[in-house]
């Protein structure tokens, strides 16, 4: 059974994040309150050095694989970014290789983020489970040590903003999140299980990538095809049996959003915090929309996990409907 890191351990994390970045902010925006008609709190996760909050994770998991491990060479891993992002900030903060695996058609720009970070990138197969399978592939012959998606090293690590968002709003009635492989949402809930804390956690998937969402329905792992064009943070075809464990006993709703949904969203956030947001970034958005007669009167949070979406099709969905998300592929 998968177990939760503790107070300690992210405690511990949060020492060693801290040298390479401050924690990030949480505000109260007033006219999404507006929008919302409830207080909205949103967990700037897209204010980290990478632009999500992968980048937490990397530099834990990293920092323990070279204290077990000193004569490790190098890394490899599949991403659609931000864990590739991440990954490839705290290798090169440690002097190791770094190669990503990602699928054909992955986001231009977070490409050559992952790039301009030192990163070797391949690309492999159509989605994010093809070039997890060509990564751990390559990892032998290649002299690599194979990084998974998720692990408790990464949850500790993105653990932390957890627990910056509840010390600093106490009250918080409910948080919601987005879930990818998972991390993101297991570290929100072992923050609440380690601060003692009441706080509902409604996890957010992808009406386009229902894996999660089918498995939580069902309290067993499930597979499902990715059809998202837009929120491909959030794009699982297989979930994580530790996650799925995780999130069945700690996640107390799952809401699904379409990428319409997500479009608005992106929108919504954009005119009322100048913020930008990924498709997976602003579902936690588009969720609350969906789920706003409940949350009336309660104070509630959002998080902002990334920021990482490319100029063009951000700026197809700033000109509204009917530009997106159809016209994604024009």
């Given at each position: 059974m998968a177990h939760l890191p503790t107070l300690a351990e992210m405690e511990a994390a949060a020492t060693l994040i801290a040298r390479s970045f401050a924690p990030t902010p949480q505000y109260c925006w007033p006219l999404l309150c507006q929008r919302v008609g409830t207080q909205v709190w949103v967990k700037h996760e897209n204010h980290t050095p990478t632009g999500a909050f992968k980048?937490?994770?990397?530099?834990?998991y990293i920092d323990r694989l070279k204290?077990?491990?000193p004569q490790v060479r190098g890394i490899i891993a599949a991403t659609r970014g931000n864990h590739g992002q991440s990954l490839a900030y705290a290798a090169r903060q440690a002097g190791l290789a770094c190669v990503i695996c990602v699928p054909h058609g992955n986001s231009v720009e977070k490409?050559?983020?992952?790039?301009a970070l030192g990163a070797e990138l391949i690309e492999h197969g159509d989605d994010f489970?093809?070039?997890?399978?060509h990564a751990r592939t390559l990892a032998p012959g290649r002299g690599l040590h194979a990084v998974p998606s998720f692990d408790p090293l990464l949850v500790a690590g993105v653990g932390t903003y957890g627990m910056e968002l509840l010390r600093a709003?106490?009250?918080?009635d409910t948080v919601?999140?987005?879930?990818?492989?998972?991390?993101?949402?297991?570290g929100v809930a072992a923050a609440r299980e380690a601060l003692g804390h009441k706080v509902e956690i409604v996890g957010v998937v992808s009406t386009q990538a229902p894996a999660y969402a089918r498995s939580f329905a069902?309290?067993?792992?499930?597979d499902a095809p990715v059809t998202t064009l837009l929120a491909d943070g959030m794009a699982c075809r297989v979930p994580d049996a530790d996650a799925l464990d995780l999130i069945l006993r700690h996640v107390d709703r799952v809401i699904s959003v379409t990428d319409d949904d997500v479009a608005a969203a992106m929108r919504a956030l954009f005119t009322d915090t100048?913020?930008?947001?990924?498709?997976?970034?602003?579902a936690p958005l588009a969720a609350l929309l969906q789920d706003r007669a409940r949350a009336q009167g309660r104070s509630v949070g959002i998080v902002l996990s990334g920021g990482n979406v490319d100029a063009r099709l951000f700026a197809r969905i700033l000109d509204g409907p009917p530009g997106t998300p159809g016209s994604m592929a024009d």
């Open positions: 980048v937490r994770g990397g530099l834990v204290a077990m491990r490409n050559r983020a992952m790039q489970q093809a070039a997890l399978d709003v106490p009250g918080l919601y999140v987005p879930i990818g492989l998972g991390s993101g949402i297991c069902q309290r067993r792992p499930i100048h913020n930008v947001a990924e498709g997976a970034g602003a």
